[in-house]
């Protein structure tokens, strides 16, 4: 699905969006939400709620000085950039949850911008590769998030975490990190997609005892 042609006609506030993912990067794909229904919601569909939402999970960090708003003639390159990286971080964490080679157009939209990110990486005087941005870098969450995103995959292909698409795949799609101790959850959320799913197979067995 091209989530540049996503409808986000009734946006909810970005402090009420569900980050049930578990990681950064399956937060930033997870910002369609029921991206199989028939009518869709694109939480980050303008600049404002990307930095908004960019805030919100950390992908700005505190002491980063991005406060500024893409120029008229920015804005339309900017959402070009975010929904490009956004389908290619969906399709290769789906990839990875599969157990399948990851696509290569999407690898390609990855390593672009892990070249990108290197460049604002340093190696700090405590031992740590750690990240800085640039003053009114507004691709600095996008750089995190590809970071995120080859760490996420690295711990799933290592078996440190397990990644999962949500069961309720009629509408939602969304991915997580099972992080549970079973390591068999099932919805992005019990309170959403599971009650949703249980209500579903409920009204399932009762028509098929009335039918009987």
């Known amino acids: 699905m091209n989530s540049s042609s996503i409808p986000s006609t009734h946006p909810r506030p970005i402090a009420a969006v569900r980050l049930d993912g578990g990681r950064l990067c399956i937060d930033f794909a ?87 990110a290197r460049q604002s990486q340093t190696f700090s005087a405590s031992g740590l590769l750690e990240f800085s941005a640039e003053p009114d870098d507004l691709y600095a969450p996008l750089k995190r998030i590809a970071l995120d995103l080859v760490e996420t995959i690295t711990e799933e292909r290592a078996r440190k975490l397990k990644l999962r698409q949500c069961a309720n795949r009629h509408s939602c799609g969304w991915l997580f990190a099972d992080t549970s101790k079973n390591g068999r959850r099932r919805w992005c959320a019990m309170e959403t997609c599971g009650t949703i799913s249980k209500m579903a197979t409920r009204r399932d067995k009762n028509r098929s005892h009335r039918a009987v």
């Open 30 to 116: 997870n910002t369609i939400h029921d991206r199989f229904a028939p009518e869709v919601e694109d939480y980050i569909s303008t600049p404002e709620r990307y930095l908004e939402w960019a805030k919100r999970v950390g992908a700005i960090a505190p002491d980063d000085t991005i406060d500024i708003l893409p120029l008229a003639a920015e804005r339309q390159p900017l959402m070009m950039e975010i929904h490009a990286l956004r389908d290619a971080v969906y399709t290769l964490l789906l990839a990875s949850a599969d157990c399948v080679p990851l696509p290569p157009d999407a690898l390609v939209i990855l390593n672009a911008w892990l070249r990108s």
